[in-house]
């Protein structure tokens, strides 16, 4: 008797999940696209002839149910902390730190597109006759390595970085950051705990260093008035799966002196203008990084009606939207251009016509030596 | 369609579960037959004709040899069906390999590649039809007379696709009437997320770690090619005797009784102990319909010899269209034939634990052979595994072996029955229901968690 109760007990618990689970997903309503995982999520499989017959119906409706399960984040947690407890830290490709740190594991390297990226700089630097600058931002792990797991794969940064220095030495002068970056680590954060991205601080280093290569004299630090943002859950957060870290503080340095206009361009589309460098409205997501010049666009356009002189052309990725604010106030124009979505016009046309004098490439080391746009550089 | 997927587990499952049991007893071959062609049909519609044909082919073939009284007639009849069905295996699973093979001669250059592509499950399926066969002949079973119940028989989705290999007159009045008490529904249910936890929180991982070891070439060192021999021997192990699991329980939830087709190999104390308890059902096929029939090892030891011979040259090509396979099928005949000459002795002489060691070693290298399918690269690994190519892996091998090694040691211990023996000590205890509640909703979940994480994949440059 108490033997065929405790089947029953299984039983009911077994049925329960499988049907609990089945029935939920075909009770739940669909949507299109995931903010957390920024993508469209698998609308529902179109039956017919020609996707039955090619197997594409099954594969569908399997990203399908996967896309639209029922506790999918919840399901992801657990599998990311599950892997952790077995030992195998870094399942979503981002290590599982200390105190809260979640880094990108080390980038793996194609060494062909690498050369190819290093060339367009090295050819377009010498096709423009413009004094022109190379930045690399190492990696949060290269930096903060005392914060990564005790058991790790190698950075390769220094290498890297060190090959990027050599491979365009006589076109390009070298930003050397990885030096300032590594002595300041451990007086504040220059990385976020939860995102692949350089604070202000970090962006401010930066900054400073560059004006001492261009030969300006950088702003001070406490000339900077800085309005910090609580609950900041950044990318190698959303791709870890390790709901249960504690979120950063986001830090925007304002410079109280400037005044700036800013002009976001997508390829085809109307520019549009605004006077603050900073969208607060972005404070309100979870991932809040966009704050600085509204996330990643074409081509942006920030002026500087009260500087005279020198106009800048940026060629980059997301790590410049924190550090073209600093940049600002030494130039009466920064063009910066993502050639990840610029493809309706050539960088030297823009050149020419906004009579740009001089050019920096700044990006994150990961983007550096996997971008496949930079090939696209003319 | 495979049994570790949502599709499965969350669509085909339940909904298959609930018409079956709607339906009333006697007339649940129909559904069932359904839901197999379904199955079958799922990702790949296209070989469903096939599958359709050889059933009703060997359905009348059946018929006829068992109708038929005279002996020459059934013979060549049984000799005509098993030429159409191995005439199909040897069309679709081999035609490539041997075309690719004969361009090799000399002078044979002209010949153009194939691309025939393999019907799911046609190595199984065709040993499944061929014992319906030769059971009808040899008189162990009658001729089944509905070709309802023969289409359940060929097509039964938990076995079809990769077995265990059930013969006709194991599963005959099963066919007919089967039933399911409470006690087979929990056996069920135990074994199917058994195997689903086997095949996806441990092989799919071991998977990763060998192919790390792959990838890594030359580099791997002596380290590194021993935790790959480890890693693949597990993800084999583990990949199988759950797909085995998953499909005896879906059996019993269907009110089959598939056989046992792994009782822990990795414990054997022989190579002979081990292919007792490894992939049992085809060993068993092997001997039934093939070394049997040859006249097994009553006529002396050189036919004994030469039988053995003849199954592991087929056991091998089984396993793959590739010279490797045969190679390995060569390696186990080596083997057993030893034991059966001279070793057999020798290793009941000598401690437990040398038997144990042999064994070991014996699948660690034999799968090797089955897993690279190139002979440079089976002779890269084997001179690494005798340390001729350092010790240690680079950082990166060295760091992934050994965030699997945890993974791994699990592994190890989950081969041998010591779990099982644990577990049921509890039986009967107050303790025992709890533990197995739990141990269920934990293997389902963190199941489902891993096959929901293949595909969590945010994009993060996006843009708007």
């Known amino acids: 008797m108490q033997k065929q109760k405790q089947e029953r007990v299984l039983i009911a618990i077994f049925l329960l999940l499988i049907f609990g689970f089945s029935v939920t997903f075909w009770l739940l309503p669909k949507s299109s696209f995931s903010a957390e995982e920024k993508r469209a999520l698998q609308p529902a499989p179109e039956f017919s002839a020609a996707t039955v017959g090619d197997g594409t119906f099954a594969s569908t409706v399997e990203s399908y149910l996967s896309d639209h399960f029922p506790l999918r984040r919840e399901l992801v947690g657990l599998h990311a902390y599950g892997s952790l407890i077995c030992g195998n830290n870094g399942q979503n490709g981002i290590y599982f730190g200390k105190d809260g740190w979640l880094i990108n594991k080390p980038v793996s390297v194609n060494p062909a597109n690498f050369q190819q990226n290093l060339d367009s700089i090295k050819d377009f630097s010498q096709k423009e006759h413009l004094p022109a600058y190379l930045m690399a931002v190492p990696t949060t792990g290269f930096i903060m390595d005392d914060e990564l797991p005790d058991a790790h794969e190698d950075y390769p940064d220094a290498q890297l970085l060190g090959e990027a220095k050599a491979k365009t030495e006589g076109a390009v002068q070298w930003v050397n950051l990885a030096g300032v970056l590594s002595s300041h680590s451990a007086d504040a954060p220059l990385y976020y705990h939860t995102d692949h991205h350089w604070t202000s601080r970090g962006a401010y280093l930066a900054y400073d260093t560059f004006a001492c290569d261009v030969g300006f004299h950088p702003m001070a630090q406490a000339a900077f008035r800085v309005r910090t943002s609580g609950g900041f859950y950044g990318t190698t957060y959303a791709k870890s799966g390790f709901w249960f870290t504690r979120p950063d503080t986001l830090e925007v340095w304002q410079n109280p002196n400037l005044t700036a206009k800013v002009e976001i361009c997508e390829d085809g589309q109307q520019a549009k203008t605004s006077d603050n460098l900073f969208y607060w409205g972005q404070l309100k997501n979870e991932d809040q990084y966009p704050v600085f010049l509204n996330g990643n666009h074409s081509l942006v356009r920030l002026c500087n009606p009260n500087s005279s002189g020198k106009r800048l052309l940026i060629v980059k990725d997301s790590y410049a939207n924190c550090l073209a604010p600093f940049l600002l106030a030494h130039y009466s124009q920064i063009d910066m251009v993502d050639l990840r979505y610029f493809r309706k016009t050539a960088a030297s046309q823009l050149v020419k016509q906004d009579r740009l004098t001089s050019i920096l490439f700044c990006y994150g080391l990961d983007d550096l030596v996997n971008d496949r746009n930079l090939s696209l550089l003319a | ?464």
């Not at chain 2, 068992?66 to 199909?88: F, H, M, P, Q, T």
């Not at chain 2, 061929?130 to 089944?144: E, H, K, T, V, W």
């Not at chain 2, 991982?205 to 021993?226: F, H, N, Y």
């Not at chain 2, 634990?353 to 002779?379: K, R």
């Open chain 2, 1 to 464: 369609m495979v049994f570790a997927s949502l599709t499965f587990l969350f669509l085909f499952f339940p909904a298959s579960l609930i018409i079956y049991y709607l339906v009333p007893k006697k007339w649940r071959n129909i559904p069932l037959l359904a839901e197999n062609l379904l199955f079958y049909a799922w990702g790949e519609p296209r070989f469903l004709l096939l599958i359709l044909f050889s059933t009703v082919v060997n359905f009348f073939f059946g018929k006829a040899i068992g109708k038929n009284a005279e002996s020459r007639r059934r013979k060549c009849l049984l000799a005509l069906a098993v030429v159409i069905d191995l005439g199909l295996l040897v069309f679709f699973k081999y035609t490539n390999f041997l075309v690719a093979s004969l361009r090799l001669l000399p002078g044979m250059g002209w010949m153009a590649q194939t691309e025939i592509a393999l019907p799911l499950g046609i190595s199984f399926y065709t040993f499944h039809v061929i014992s319906y066969l030769a059971d009808i002949y040899r008189g162990d079973a009658p001729a089944q007379k509905s070709i309802l119940r023969f289409g359940v028989y060929i097509t039964l989705f938990p076995q079809m696709i990769a077995g265990p290999i059930v013969r006709y007159k194991q599963i005959q009045g099963q066919l007919e009437e089967r039933t399911c008490t409470s006690a087979q529904f929990v056996s069920g249910i135990r074994l199917l997320l058994v195997g689903l936890a086997k095949k996806v929180l441990i092989a799919n991982q071991m998977g990763v770690l060998w192919d790390a070891v792959k990838a890594s070439g030359s580099t791997a060192g002596l380290l590194g090619s021993w935790a790959g021999a480890a890693a693949f021997s597990l993800q084999i192990y583990f990949d199988f005797s759950g797909y085995s699991d998953m499909a005896r329980g879906l059996g019993e939830l269907f009110g089959f009784e598939l056989p046992i087709n792994f009782n822990y190999p990795y414990i054997a104390s022989s190579v002979t102990d081990y292919w007792r308890r490894w992939h049992i059902s085809l060993s068993l096929w092997f001997r039934d319909y093939v070394y049997i029939p040859l006249g097994g090892s009553r006529h002396g030891m050189r036919v004994t010899i030469r039988n053995l011979l003849i199954v592991w040259v087929l056991t091998g090509f089984w396993h793959g269209a590739n010279w490797n396979f045969l190679l390995w099928g060569m390696y186990y005949f080596v083997l057993l034939a030893a034991e059966k000459l001279f070793l057999q002795p020798v290793l009941k002489k000598a401690p437990v634990w040398v038997g144990h060691l042999c064994a070991v070693l014996s699948f660690l290298f034999g799968w090797m052979l089955f897993a690279l399918t190139d002979f440079s690269t089976i002779g890269r690994q084997f001179q690494m595994m005798f340390g001729f190519g350092g010790l240690l892996p680079d950082g990166k091998l060295l760091y992934q072996i050994l965030s699997y090694l945890p993974l791994m040691i699990i592994g190890a211990v989950g081969s041998t029955p010591l779990v099982k023996r644990l577990y049921d000590r509890t039986e009967g205890s107050r303790a025992h229901c709890a533990v197995e509640c739990v141990c269920c909703v934990a293997a389902l979940l963190l199941s489902t968690a891993a096959l929901i994480s293949q595909s969590y994949n945010p994009f993060l440059y996006f843009r708007f």
